[in-house]
Each structure stands twice: as structure tokens, then as C-alpha cells.
């Protein structure tokens, strides 16, 4: 088993888990209120001491990449690189939709959503086996709803046939499952930031 940590900061909640062997320390808070870059590193340092776990002696270090709060992906993208650089280890990401998708048995085709605000989410589908059918989209909630799949998530959605799974418990299946990958650990923004957006408009780029 491997000695790890990972984060979650995508969110309003922050996730953090530290893996020594058998012994795995989960840290959750519900709301952070977006307070990530305040609070990290001493739930960190906390998930840490009592898994009796130093950084030097992880053999990996993992975060979320999104998509999620832009804001929020960048401060857990950034900690978990500095400490990869720093200790010359590997820096795996995972992304929101893995993060429910390794926890979700299906006997069908679904859907993994995450809200985007105004009647909007970001989506990636897959099928009975995880293997993804559909890659990661901005979709309104109208067309979202007319593709008829169980959809899962792990925020409070109003959506037909939608399932909750718990974020705390999903983080270590989803890291255990993608480690031996590679990885990405670019942040992943399905969509561009508002305030890119408008800058393009501005510019007369879109």
C-alpha cells in the first residue's frame, strides 16, 4: 500500500487525505466557505500528525483538478505541485468526474454532474464499466435532463433520477485507483473563467 496525500479543494468543502500503509486519515469540512488557501495547510499538517505520515516519505502527492471553483482548483493544484517539486515525487490529478465515477456501481449508462451556477453544469458520462461514452461538456440543465441517464454528484442537485454520493468518501477510492497513471495535473476548466470570457468579448475574440 502506498503512503500518499491528497486534497480536494475544488469545492466548498475541503477533503484532505493522508495514506500511510493501512492507516488512512481523512479530513472534511463540510464548508470551508471558500477559505481553502486559509485553512489547507494546517488540516494538512493536522491529517499528517496523525497518520504519523512525513511529505518525504509519500511516494505520490494527489489533488482534484477540477472542474469545480476556479479559485479553489489553483490553490490545491499549486500546494500539491510545490510539494511534489520540492520532494522529487510524482503529482497525480483527478479529476471531479473520477472522483464520482471509481464510486458509482452502475448497471447503465450515466452521468456525472457538477453544478456551474445559473441552471448549468459541467459534464462527463460514462458507461456500466467507468469507461467514459461522453468527454467533460458545459450542458444546461434542460439538455442535461433530456439524455435520461442516472446522474450522480456529490452537491445537493435537483435533478431527475440524481444520486448524492459523500465527497469525503470518495476521494480515496478515486486517488487508489488512478495512481499508478501518470496523471494530469493541469486543472481542468471545462469552461473559461468569467472574466475571460468577457475580456474575449471585449476584445472582439468571440
Same mark, same amino acid.
Given at each position: 500500500?502506498?503512503?500518499?496525500?491528497? +486534497?480536494?479543494?475544488?469545492?466548498? $468543502? @475541503?477533503?484532505? *487525505?493522508?495514506?500511510?500503509?493501512? /492507516?488512512?486519515? #481523512?479530513?472534511?469540512?463540510?464548508?470551508?466557505?471558500?477559505?481553502?488557501?486559509?485553512?489547507?495547510?494546517?488540516?494538512?499538517?493536522?491529517?499528517?500528525?496523525?497518520?504519523?505520515?512525513?511529505?518525504?516519505?509519500?511516494?505520490?502527492?494527489?489533488?482534484?483538478?477540477?472542474?469545480?471553483?476556479?479559485?479553489?482548483?489553483?490553490?490545491?493544484?499549486?500546494?500539491?505541485?510545490?510539494?511534489?517539486?520540492?520532494?522529487?515525487?510524482?503529482?497525480?490529478?483527478?479529476?471531479?468526474?473520477?472522483?464520482?465515477?471509481?464510486? +458509482?456501481?452502475?448497471?447503465?449508462? $450515466? @452521468?456525472?454532474? *457538477?453544478?456551474?451556477?445559473?441552471? /448549468?453544469?459541467? #459534464?462527463?458520462?460514462?458507461?456500466?464499466?467507468?469507461?467514459?461514452?461522453?468527454?467533460?461538456?458545459?450542458?444546461?440543465?434542460?439538455?442535461?435532463?433530456?439524455?435520461?441517464?442516472?446522474?450522480?454528484?456529490?452537491?445537493?442537485?435537483?435533478?431527475?433520477?440524481?444520486?448524492?454520493?459523500?465527497?469525503?468518501?470518495?476521494?480515496?477510492?478515486?486517488?487508489?485507483?488512478?495512481?499508478?497513471?501518470?496523471?494530469?495535473?493541469?486543472?481542468?476548466?471545462?469552461?473559461?473563467?468569467?472574466?475571460?470570457?468577457?475580456?474575449?468579448?471585449?476584445?472582439?475574440?468571440?
Amino acid at each position: 500500500m502506498s503512503n500518499y496525500l491528497a +486534497v480536494d479543494t475544488s469545492s466548498r $468543502y @475541503l477533503t484532505v *487525505v493522508a495514506c500511510k500503509g493501512e /492507516n488512512r486519515v #481523512v479530513s472534511h469540512l463540510a464548508d470551508c466557505a471558500m477559505n481553502h488557501s486559509v485553512v489547507l495547510m494546517d488540516e494538512i499538517d493536522k491529517a499528517l500528525d496523525k497518520a504519523g505520515l512525513t511529505p518525504a516519505e509519500c511516494d505520490f502527492f494527489a489533488a482534484v483538478t477540477g472542474p469545480g471553483s476556479f479559485t479553489g482548483i489553483r490553490i490545491g493544484v499549486s500546494c500539491i505541485k510545490g510539494y511534489a517539486t520540492a520532494l522529487g515525487k510524482r503529482a497525480v490529478g483527478v479529476t471531479a468526474f473520477e472522483l464520482i465515477s471509481y464510486n +458509482v456501481n452502475s448497471d447503465c449508462d $450515466y @452521468l456525472v454532474a *457538477v453544478d456551474a451556477a445559473h441552471g /448549468n453544469y459541467y #459534464v462527463c458520462g460514462y458507461n456500466m464499466h467507468g469507461v467514459c461514452n461522453l468527454q467533460p461538456c458545459f450542458m444546461p440543465r434542460e439538455k442535461l435532463i433530456e439524455k435520461g441517464r442516472p446522474v450522480y454528484g456529490f452537491e445537493e442537485l435537483s435533478l431527475p433520477r440524481y444520486t448524492k454520493l459523500e465527497a469525503k468518501d470518495c476521494l480515496c477510492t478515486a486517488v487508489e485507483a488512478t495512481c499508478a497513471d501518470d496523471g494530469d495535473i493541469t486543472a481542468l476548466y471545462v469552461k473559461k473563467p468569467q472574466a475571460e470570457e468577457e475580456r474575449a468579448a471585449r476584445l472582439g475574440l468571440v
